[in-house]
T-cell receptor, first 110, second 115 residues
């Protein structure tokens, strides 16, 4: 499984855009990049998944450069309720053995 | 449309007792996965089950831990003779089938505390 590196924490304010970059230098050709969100005392929740270029849904955007050695999760106009831990995972499509690292703790302040 | 249901949400056991954690997958899902999250760590895969079959238990400790997913009823993760190091949050996820276009759906976990 490809190793990922992401910042331990990020602070932001309501209404701002939050960008979290994840490094995955040894990503394999068949690997997808998946982001999950986890609130305290809850299970992870799928946010977005992509393979290359850009993916957008109603929650976030995922930017993946051509070399795929990194990816950036973009959360537009965050609110206090976006305070959570965000995990970047790299592996096969729906790879159930994905191990979640420490993630990035995003704190949104008023 | 109920999501993945886990119970109990909190479980306290004394060292040496048994812990039973239950997971009911989402409706229509026949694949269940168990994960453990130790304090200050990320989730780690333990076991993957289909109805009446263990598909992959490579992440589960060889001793004291077992899992089942019977034809009827929820999946059960059983920990015998618990020790303090078993204290963690245990999450269950489900999917229609691996390789399906839908991501894993997680429950809200069972927090096991061993005293």
């Amino acid at each position: 499984l490809a190793k990922t590196t992401q910042p331990i924490s990020m602070d932001s304010y309501e209404g701002q855009e939050v960008n979290i970059t994840c490094s995955h230098n040894n990503i394999a050709t068949n690997d997808y990049i998946t982001w999950y969100q986890q609130f305290p005392s809850q299970g992870p929740r799928f946010i977005i998944q992509g393979y290359k270029t850009k993916v957008t849904n109603e929650v976030a955007s995922l930017f993946i450069p051509a070399d795929r050695k990194s990816s950036t999760l973009s959360l537009p106009r965050v609110s206090l309720s976006d305070t959570a831990v965000y995990y970047c995972l790299v592996g096969g499509f729906n790879d159930y053995k994905l191990s979640f690292g420490a993630g990035t703790t995003v704190t949104v302040r008023a | 449309n109920a999501g993945v249901m886990q119970n109990p949400r909190h479980l306290v056991r004394r060292r040496g007792q048994e812990a039973r954690l239950r997971c009911s997958p989402m409706k229509g899902h026949s694949h269940v996965y168990w994960y453990r999250q130790l304090p200050e760590e990320g989730l780690k895969f333990m076991v993957y089950l289909q109805k009446e079959n263990i598909i992959d238990e490579s992440g589960m400790p060889k001793e004291r831990f077992s899992a089942e997913f019977p034809k009827e009823g929820p999946s059960i993760l059983r920990i015998q003779q618990v020790v303090r190091g078993d204290s963690a949050a245990y999450f269950c996820a489900s999917s229609p089938q691996p390789g399906d276009n839908s991501p894993l759906h997680f429950g809200n976990g069972t927090r096991l505390t061993v005293t």
